[in-house]
């Protein structure tokens, strides 16, 4: 998570097919791993030296993005994460940008500068006079919204510290609307101001740093979010199953809206005698096992108690073959043997987050869904994160870090 509060600028020295390199003020301490803000983009940090680093460029960041036409040379706003005892400042921006703009007017006037852009029809429809808008990284007021552009005013201050005063008409900028105002408008506004009180422990989290406070989180029995940006670009809200309470599962059930599995290792369903499912499986890869449920279950093992029971009895490590009835409605899955180093994917994840918490192989998680029955992706995924106090974390740290 991001303020928008530039006090700093960076140039980029190469670009390569995959990632930049970016040169920044050698006294700025960089984290291999971990996160920064480039524009208005949040990159990861794949390797630093002193005044220098190298940050990830992906096809999709390309793609959405100002920086599928980023040259050696380029400046551009730099801002690393917020850190806990932090200021926070301009307003919260998650790096994640909602599109690219283009700047049809500019006038200046007494007060500073004012800019006229023009965004998406999607992203127009986000924005709402005197909230705050992130404009390259930027934390700006928006001053108008019109039929099919907005405006912001750029002060003598941000002329001066920012590279914004050199914009001319026929610019393109990255452009992110404001996370209070969305979340405002979907009634989570609440909620945020209750997590904004805790950041940076909640929502989006890199490093070893993040990696940490993840498993930390999930060793004490609370829920973390897992972001899965390319094998499958999904967010899955993970448990340990040793730890699992009914109330997670309803959780699960009424909030998060997937589908529900339990990433185990491989030897613990060989010893349950839990075999897999017939069929070559889905695109993914993932090994999908014969669902069961608790033998001394009371009831149809639908229910939350009755899921989570049959869940925290699949990470017993007395549990034998004859406690498990077959079929029935709890779903496991085997990771490979090699965890995050042979796959990186939620199940593995899942179970690799569980063996660092120094609990048993196996562990719940499930996909986040929106109201609308799209999965979500990375912007909804941190609100979702924000908005229940939960930490998110991308696989590739996990993989890196574990």
């Not at 920044?24 to 996160?35: M, S």
């Not at 907005?150 to 609307?177: K, Y």
């Not at 925290?312 to 995050?340: E, I």
Request: aromatic share 4%; glycine share 10%.
């Amino acid at each position: 998570m991001f303020t928008g509060r530039i006090e700093r600028t960076a140039v980029v020295a190469e670009v390569g097919a995959e990632a930049l390199r970016i040169t920044v003020d050698r006294t700025v301490p960089l984290a291999e791993g971990g996160a920064v803000c480039l524009d208005g983009v949040r990159m990861t940090m794949q390797s630093v030296e002193p005044g220098a680093l190298v940050a990830a460029l992906t096809d999709e960041t390309r793609r959405r993005t100002t920086f599928d036409r980023v040259v050696p040379g380029t400046q551009v706003h730099f801002e690393l994460p917020l850190a806990a005892g932090d200021r926070i400042d301009g307003h919260l921006v998650q790096g994640h940008v909602d599109g690219v703009g283009k700047v049809l007017r500019i006038d200046d006037e007494p007060a500073g500068r004012r800019v006229w852009i023009k965004p998406a029809d999607r992203l127009l429809a986000r924005l709402v006079a005197k909230s705050s808008v992130a404009l390259n990284g930027v934390s700006l007021t928006v001053a108008e919204v019109l039929k099919d552009r907005f405006s912001v005013v750029l002060v003598p201050n941000t002329l001066r510290r920012t590279t914004l005063g050199a914009l001319a008409v026929g610019d393109r900028v990255n452009l992110e609307s404001d996370l209070l105002t969305r979340m405002a408008r979907l009634g989570h506004g609440p909620e945020l101001l209750s997590a904004v009180a805790r950041l940076p422990w909640a929502g989006q989290l890199s490093g070893e740093v993040g990696v940490q406070k993840v498993v930390a989180q999930l060793a004490a029995g609370g829920g973390v979010v897992v972001w899965d940006p390319t094998l499958e670009g999904e967010g899955d809200v993970v448990f340990a199953g040793e730890r699992f309470r009914p109330e997670a599962m309803t959780f699960l059930l009424t909030q998060v809206c997937g589908h529900t599995t339990i990433p185990c290792a491989a030897d613990v369903l060989e010893r349950l005698e839990i075999p897999p499912m017939p069929g070559e499986g889905d695109r993914q890869g993932t090994a999908m096992y014969v669902p069961v449920d608790l033998a001394s279950l009371p009831g149809t093992g639908v229910s939350a108690a009755d899921r989570a029971a049959t869940i925290r009895r699949l990470a017993s490590p007395d549990a034998v073959a004859g406690d498990f009835l077959q079929p029935g409605h709890v779903f496991p899955l085997a990771a490979r043997p090699g965890l995050l180093a042979e796959r990186k994917g939620h199940t593995e994840a899942t179970v690799a987050l569980c063996v660092a918490a120094g609990l048993a192989p196996v562990g719940v998680c499930c996909e986040v869904m929106r109201p609308d029955g799209v999965m979500a992706d990375a912007v909804d995924l941190e609100q979702f994160a924000l908005r229940w106090d939960l930490p998110m974390i991308d696989v590739d740290d996990l993989a890196r870090w574990l």
